[in-house]
């Protein structure tokens, strides 16, 4: 059964500080995998999607990186800014049970201060 | 493309109650899935639809929830009869899973499910 761990939980920067989310994932046979952003009782929004043959992904100031082999993932956000407080989902499509199926890690809550 | 979209927004519902939550997918998209999201166990697949079909309802809690797609373009999860235990916030997700390996997850902006 696949297992998604993200790192650390709760994080808390100053304003312009560029910073490191991580994720992991126990089984490697995956299709790809996808970072979200969930604002306070709001739903998902997609930042980016890594296909299982790509390294990396970038967006404007977010970069994800993955490495399957070794079921690693880091998103990372140059220059943060308060804008950026949000929770950070990564959660990664697998090729078992149908290979239509996310499993989330729980979440790293990040907070940018002024 | 006006996303995925859900309703009710908020539901709040006695204890017993029968509660109907609503779907709409994007366009084109072939699969279709129902989330639930609680702080004490995050985001869990309850059931994934491809063509309409149910393809794996082993999230599916109890004989209490059942979920439908007559139609490609619309989905209907239900609970009864509703129990505290189920507040959450439930959410719709689809994509072109089943054709397209490749395609991300769009979500909608979730069902909010307070049973008192």
């Known amino acids: 059964k696949q297992e998604v761990t993200q790192i650390p939980a709760a994080l808390s920067v100053p304003e312009g500080e560029n910073l490191v989310l991580n994720c992991s994932f126990t089984d490697s046979a995956i299709y790809n995998l996808q970072w979200f952003r969930q604002d306070p009782g709001k739903g998902l929004t997609s930042l980016l999607l890594i296909q299982s043959s790509q390294r990396e992904q970038t967006s404007g100031r977010l970069n994800a990186s993955l490495d399957k082999s070794s079921g690693r993932s880091t998103l990372y956000i140059a220059a943060s800014q308060p804008g950026d407080s949000a929770t950070y989902l990564c959660?990664?499509?697998?090729?078992?049970?149908?290979?239509?199926?996310?499993?989330f890690g729980t979440g790293t809550q990040l907070k940018v201060e002024l | 493309d006006a996303g995925v979209i859900q309703s009710p927004r908020h539901e709040v519902t006695e204890m017993g109650q029968e509660v109907t939550l609503r779907c709409k997918p994007i366009?084109?998209?072939?699969?279709l899935f129902w989330y639930r999201q609680t702080m004490m166990r995050g985001l869990e697949l309850l059931i994934y639809f491809n063509n309409n079909v149910p393809i794996d309802d082993s999230g599916m809690p109890e004989d209490r929830f059942s979920a439908k797609m007559p139609n490609a373009s619309f989905s209907t999860l239900k609970i009864q009869p509703s129990e505290p235990r189920d507040s959450a916030v439930y959410f719709c997700a689809s994509n072109q899973g089943s054709t397209v390996p490749n395609y991300g997850y769009t979500f909608g902006s979730g069902t909010r499910l307070t049973v008192v």
């Open positions: 959660a990664v499509r697998g090729l078992t049970g149908g290979g239509n199926k996310l499993t």
């Open positions: 366009s084109g998209h072939n699969s």
